[in-house]
């Protein structure tokens, strides 16, 4: 895909690679178990073990029983999701520690008993099924909810179990903190991390944001996701020329920044698309998602769309002349984190989730007022090459870097050693180049 640049393949190809991505918010009610008797030993190990013990060693040393999931307020602590990258790139035990402390020089993580959350606790009791309605993206009590969590995996038992049943009550709220709750939670999955995975629950729960829309219109019905027949490259030209939807953006982010909700400038804009769903899932029914006509079984489905997903938010951070922009790197990691999720997910939910991803990732391009796609790559895709790859990864492991580079290679890096053969071998590469060679942007963020 997006290999070969004469005018009409590159024309065909853009259009099939440039898809959007959107996380899911959802508040409706949440699967809960009745009455919890107290235990506050609330360590994970002995539900799911990891492959390497060192990596879950380290992640246990640096989870949130020793930093608070944010830090200034509002900035999402992001060292398990380095740690995990790092250690998926080949780094080892003395490469992660490296990462470790260069991300503690770099960002003034803070303690549990911080003064700016001195209401919280490790060892809070977990909260009730009130308390859990009560507390849904409310933003606060993280340890109550992260303890609850820590007590309905012991009861489902397994990571699977948990998220089969958990994830589909909070996902349409993925966007929340730059989705990342989502983030957090599928790469704990991806390292079959107890503690991370239920850190990542607490999180969607603690600050949900959801995709709101009228679920009584039949317009709306799930069942016309995907089954477009417009291109994306289409959509995305109808996004950028929709000035009103942009002025409305604008407006309402100004009144959610003088609200009591704490956040930035990027999560106001998105969180302001999010509440009228009904205009983005508008544009996200015209998309034509081609896997959807190639599969029967419902669960290769819905694998095949979240590769689909996968693919096209790379090829708009990699083709966006936005070049290394945050927010869209944002958009790759959080669909690799929903791919990693959606195998255990019942179809149903699976797609639900998927479609409310595609809409918050629209609604992430527009917030960072919908950049042209034209930065195309430098290598051939019939010429990429494991040395290429040798050669990124030695780079971007010798450097003290930001996390969120490590994270886009090693992304881009996972897919490229699945699929090696595949026609998105040019834009793995070149997204992957992108990252490093370029300072991140934080495009339209005020």
Same mark, same amino acid.
């Given at each position: 895909?997006?290999?070969?640049?004469?005018?009409?393949?590159?024309?065909?190809?853009?259009?099939?690679?440039?898809?959007?991505?959107?996380?899911?918010?959802?508040?409706?009610?949440?699967?809960?178990?009745?009455?919890?008797?107290?235990?506050?030993?609330?360590?994970?190990?002995?539900?799911?073990?990891?492959?390497?013990?060192?990596?879950?060693?380290?992640?246990?040393?640096?989870?949130?029983?020793?930093?608070?999931?944010?830090?200034?307020?509002?900035?999402?602590?992001?060292?398990?999701?380095?740690?995990?990258?790092?250690?998926?790139?080949?780094?080892?035990?003395?490469?992660?520690?490296?990462?470790?402390?260069?991300?503690?020089?770099?960002?003034?993580?803070?303690?549990?008993?911080?003064?700016?959350?001195?209401?919280?606790?490790?060892?809070?009791?977990?909260?009730?099924?009130?308390?859990?309605?009560?507390?849904?993206?409310?933003?606060?009590?993280?340890?109550?909810?992260?303890?609850?969590?820590?007590?309905?995996?012991?009861?489902?038992?397994?990571?699977?179990?948990?998220?089969?049943?958990?994830?589909?009550?909070?996902?349409?709220?993925?966007?929340?903190?730059?989705?990342?709750?989502?983030?957090?939670?599928?790469?704990?999955?991806?390292?079959?991390?107890?503690?991370?995975?239920?850190?990542?629950?607490?999180?969607?729960?603690?600050?949900?944001?959801?995709?709101?829309?009228?679920?009584?219109?039949?317009?709306?019905?799930?069942?016309?996701?995907?089954?477009?027949?417009?291109?994306?490259?289409?959509?995305?030209?109808?996004?950028?020329?929709?000035?009103?939807?942009?002025?409305?953006?604008?407006?309402?982010?100004?009144?959610?920044?003088?609200?009591?909700?704490?956040?930035?400038?990027?999560?106001?804009?998105?969180?302001?698309?999010?509440?009228?769903?009904?205009?983005?899932?508008?544009?996200?029914?015209?998309?034509?998602?081609?896997?959807?006509?190639?599969?029967?079984?419902?669960?290769? #489905?819905?694998?095949?769309? =979240?590769? +689909?997903? /996968?693919? &096209?938010? %790379?090829? !708009?951070?990699?083709?966006? @002349?936005?070049?290394?922009?945050?927010?869209? #790197?944002?958009?790759?990691? =959080?669909? +690799?984190? /929903?791919? &990693?999720? %959606?195998? !255990?997910?019942?179809?149903? @939910?699976?797609?639900?989730?998927?479609?409310?991803?595609?809409?918050?990732?629209?609604?992430?391009?527009?917030? &960072?007022?919908?950049?042209?796609?034209?930065?195309?790559?430098?290598?051939?895709?019939?010429?990429?090459?494991?040395?290429?790859?040798?050669?990124?990864?030695?780079?971007?492991?010798?450097?003290?870097?930001?996390?969120?580079?490590?994270?886009?290679?090693?992304?881009?890096?996972?897919?490229?050693?699945?699929?090696?053969?595949?026609?998105?071998?040019?834009?793995?590469?070149?997204?992957?180049?992108?990252?490093?060679?370029?300072?991140?942007?934080?495009?339209?963020?005020?």
């Amino acid at each position: 895909m997006l290999a070969v640049y004469a005018f009409v393949r590159r024309l065909s190809c853009l259009r099939r690679t440039t898809r959007i991505y959107v996380s899911r918010l959802q508040t409706t009610k949440l699967v809960c178990s009745s009455n919890f008797k107290d235990n506050r030993q609330f360590t994970m190990s002995t539900v799911t073990s990891l492959g390497s013990s060192w990596l879950k060693e380290i992640l246990e040393e640096q989870s949130t029983q020793n930093h608070y999931i944010e830090y200034r307020t509002f900035f999402s602590n992001h060292i398990a999701h380095g740690i995990i990258a790092i250690e998926r790139l080949g780094g080892d035990q003395n490469r992660v520690k490296r990462f470790v402390d260069d991300y503690k020089n770099k960002v003034n993580l803070e303690p549990p008993n911080h003064p700016r959350h001195n209401d919280e606790s490790t060892d809070a009791d977990p909260a009730t099924d009130d308390e859990l309605h009560k507390l849904l993206g409310q933003r606060k009590l993280f340890y109550k909810l992260r303890n609850r969590y820590i007590m309905k995996l012991k009861e489902y038992g397994s990571l699977e179990e948990i998220l089969r049943a958990e994830f589909p009550n909070l996902s349409r709220g993925l966007v929340c903190s730059a989705a990342h709750g989502l983030i957090h939670t599928g790469y704990g999955y991806s390292a079959r991390c107890p503690t991370t995975v239920t850190e990542g629950l607490a999180y969607l729960h603690h600050s949900c944001k959801p995709l709101i829309f009228d679920e009584k219109n039949s317009d709306n019905d799930i069942s016309h996701f995907g089954k477009g027949d417009t291109d994306i490259l289409v959509i995305l030209e109808e996004l950028a020329k929709d000035e009103q939807l942009r002025i409305f953006m604008k407006e309402e982010a100004v009144k959610l920044s003088k609200s009591d909700w704490a956040s930035g400038g990027f999560q106001y804009k998105v969180a302001a698309l999010m509440s009228v769903g009904d205009n983005l899932l508008k544009y996200a029914y015209k998309i034509k998602v081609p896997v959807m006509e190639s599969f029967k079984d419902e669960a290769d #489905l819905v694998v095949a769309v =979240a590769d +689909w997903l /996968l693919n &096209q938010s %790379i090829a !708009v951070y990699a083709l966006s @002349d936005m070049k290394n922009n945050f927010f869209l #790197l944002h958009g790759v990691t =959080a669909a +690799w984190s /929903l791919r &990693q999720i %959606i195998p !255990v997910l019942k179809p149903a @939910d699976a797609v639900d989730a998927l479609r409310t991803f595609t809409c918050a990732l629209l609604a992430v391009y527009v917030s &960072q007022e919908c950049p042209a796609l034209t930065n195309k790559p430098k290598v051939p895709q019939s010429d990429v090459t494991a040395s290429d790859w040798t050669d990124v990864i030695n780079e971007v492991l010798s450097r003290d870097t930001d996390e969120h580079i490590y994270k886009l290679v090693q992304v881009c890096h996972d897919l490229w050693r699945e699929k090696d053969c595949s026609n998105m071998a040019d834009i793995y590469l070149h997204a992957a180049q992108t990252s490093m060679d370029n300072d991140l942007s934080f495009g339209n963020v005020s």
